[in-house]
């Protein structure tokens, strides 16, 4: 069985702190692995994505993978109020759709 | 338009009723997918086609659930018999490459369609 878990937070952050989100997966067979920001009433809409071990930046987010722990995150820096948004991890593995955590909701404060 | 297209946006059934959902990907998109997304909780993977051909079904919860996409771009989710727990958000997704490539982590998501069962 393939899973994907996040703590489902609320995780609050200050306006201009470190939002740091975690993932972990099931199965170390999987292939890529995908952050999706959701608003609430709106469809997920993709931030990054990683293949390898390691970091991975772009602009204020950086993804990190473990695969050796089988773990993932998001970090987001001088995070911002329009960042309050239920982020969700999602992991591809060989010839399957995406499978999606149940989300981690950020509220970040002004 | 560019993006995901579904209708309708709100449906309101009675329990026992037929339901039909319908997803128009972006255009050239080879896979598609049906995602179910109760409130509160992350999109559940239910169907995905590649082209026509529909590869993997098995997050269909019933067989009160079936998915077409006859001729590899509409698709419809047809809901037999509505149960109250069918109440969600059903999200279809597109991506330009086949299942098997990386590059399908990438899906464009349609607004969705709301369903509430009576």
């Known amino acids: 069985q393939k899973e994907v878990e996040q703590n489902s937070g609320p995780l609050s952050v200050p306006e201009g702190a470190i939002a740091s989100l975690n993932c972990t997966y099931s199965?170390?067979?999987?292939?890529?692995f995908f952050w999706y920001r959701q608003y609430s009433g709106k469809s997920p809409e993709l931030i990054m994505f990683?293949?390898?071990?390691g970091d991975k930046e772009d602009g204020r987010f950086t993804a990190q993978l473990n695969k050796a722990s089988q773990y993932v995150s998001l970090l987001i820096r001088d995070s911002q109020p329009s960042d309050s948004a239920t982020y969700l991890c999602a992991v591809k593995w060989a010839g399957t759709a995406l499978i999606f955590g149940k989300g981690t909701t950020l509220s970040v404060s002004s | 338009g560019a993006g995901v297209s579904q209708s309708p946006r709100y449906k309101v059934a009675k329990r026992g009723q037929d339901v039909a959902l319908r997803c128009d990907p972006i255009s050239g998109h080879v896979s598609l997918f049906w995602y179910q997304q109760a409130l509160g909780q992350g999109p559940e993977f239910l169907t995905y086609f590649q082209n026509e051909a529909q590869l993997d079904k098995s997050g269909l919860p019933s067989d009160r659930f079936f998915a077409e996409r006859p001729e590899g771009s509409v698709s419809t989710l047809k809901i037999q018999r509505t149960q109250q727990e069918d109440s969600a958000v059903y999200l279809c997704?597109?991506?330009?490459?086949?299942?098997?490539?990386?590059?399908?982590?990438?899906?464009?998501f349609g607004e969705g369609s709301r369903l509430t069962v009576l």
């Open positions: 997704a597109s991506s330009l490459g086949a299942p098997g490539q990386l590059n399908t982590g990438e899906l464009f």
């Open positions: 199965d170390r067979g999987s292939q890529s």
């Open positions: 990683i293949y390898s071990n």
